[in-house]
């Protein structure tokens, strides 16, 4: 195996990892939010073997993923998000579920860390979405601005994916967070799955949406 195919199935350990913990029963009738704080990430980090800081390790992963050098920042994680839908939607067709979450959930983790530490420091403007994503992804200054026009260009789409696959599971494993509109024009993604943990209180169930019943899941395989 190649060390970009090592690079990229280490990042799909981490990917499903978190989907594990963000995505279950427990937020069955609830909004998903991308809980970022450390005992979520550390039991992420369990999952995978990974030790030290979970959110650096993380980071880490997600780093080696990233063809600043070789084109557009996100290639691996477009292409791999393209092939997710087309077996998405063949299974939908066959009324099955896809059982693997998208394959930029992982990438999406290491945006919300560098949302969340926005006001955090002393070290950048309380708003510096960007110089703290750069830092958390050690991203070199030569490569700033790919990294901005890639996230420009990709992170709406990126975040519609979570919305797809949770819309499959008809609220059983979360709802869907809202994303905003335009992230393509702006800075980071502020939407409902950046809220902090003290917004996610279960309401009494009698209050919750009713949810449609989820399709047979779909058996993990090759695509």
Same mark, same amino acid.
């Given at each position: 195996?190649?060390?970009?195919?090592?690079?990229?199935?280490?990042?799909?350990?981490?990917?499903?990892?978190?989907?594990?913990?963000?995505?279950?029963?427990?937020?069955? /009738?609830? !909004?998903?939010?991308?809980?970022?704080?450390?005992?979520?990430?550390?039991? #992420? &980090?369990? $999952?995978? =073997? @990974?030790?030290?800081?979970?959110?650096?390790?993380?980071?880490?992963?997600?780093?080696?993923?990233?063809?600043?050098?070789?084109?557009?920042?996100?290639?691996?994680?477009?292409?791999?998000?393209?092939?997710?839908?087309?077996?998405?939607?063949?299974?939908?067709?066959?009324?099955?579920?896809? /059982?693997? !979450?998208?394959?930029?959930?992982?990438?999406?983790?290491?945006?919300?860390? #560098? &949302?969340? $530490?926005? =006001? @955090?420091?002393?070290?950048?403007?309380?708003?510096?979405?960007?110089?703290?994503?750069?830092?958390?992804?050690?991203?070199?200054?030569?490569?700033?601005?790919?990294?901005?026009?890639?996230?420009?260009?990709?992170?709406?789409?990126?975040?519609?994916?979570?919305?797809?696959?949770?819309?499959?599971?008809?609220?059983?494993?979360?709802?869907?967070?809202?994303?905003?509109?335009?992230?393509?024009?702006?800075?980071?993604?502020?939407?409902?799955?950046?809220?902090?943990?003290?917004?996610?209180?279960?309401?009494?169930?009698?209050?919750?949406?009713?949810?449609?019943?989820?399709?047979?899941?779909?058996?993990?395989?090759?695509?």
């Amino acid at each position: 195996m190649s060390e970009d195919e090592q690079a990229w199935a280490k990042y799909l350990a981490w990917n499903d990892a978190l989907a594990a913990e963000w995505f279950s029963d427990e937020q069955a /009738d609830l !909004p998903v939010y991308l809980d970022v704080e450390p005992e979520v990430l550390q039991a #992420a &980090a369990a $999952r995978v =073997g @990974a030790e030290g800081d979970p959110a650096a390790s993380l980071a880490k992963t997600v780093s080696a993923t990233i063809w600043l050098g070789q084109g557009p920042a996100f290639s691996r994680h477009h292409e791999e998000l393209k092939k997710w839908r087309r077996r998405s939607r063949a299974s939908t067709q066959k009324k099955l579920l896809m /059982d693997v !979450p998208p394959p930029v959930t992982a990438l999406l983790g290491s945006f919300t860390i #560098a &949302a969340f $530490r926005m =006001g @955090a420091d002393a070290e950048y403007a309380p708003n510096a979405y960007y110089a703290r994503l750069f830092a958390l992804l050690g991203v070199k200054a030569g490569d700033h601005a790919r990294l901005t026009n890639a996230f420009r260009a990709h992170s709406e789409d990126f975040w519609r994916a979570l919305n797809e696959y949770l819309a499959q599971y008809g609220g059983q494993r979360g709802l869907p967070p809202a994303y905003p509109p335009g992230l393509r024009h702006g800075g980071p993604p502020q939407s409902p799955a950046l809220a902090p943990p003290t917004a996610r209180a279960k309401p009494p169930r009698a209050l919750r949406p009713r949810r449609l019943p989820p399709l047979p899941a779909q058996p993990r395989g090759p695509p």
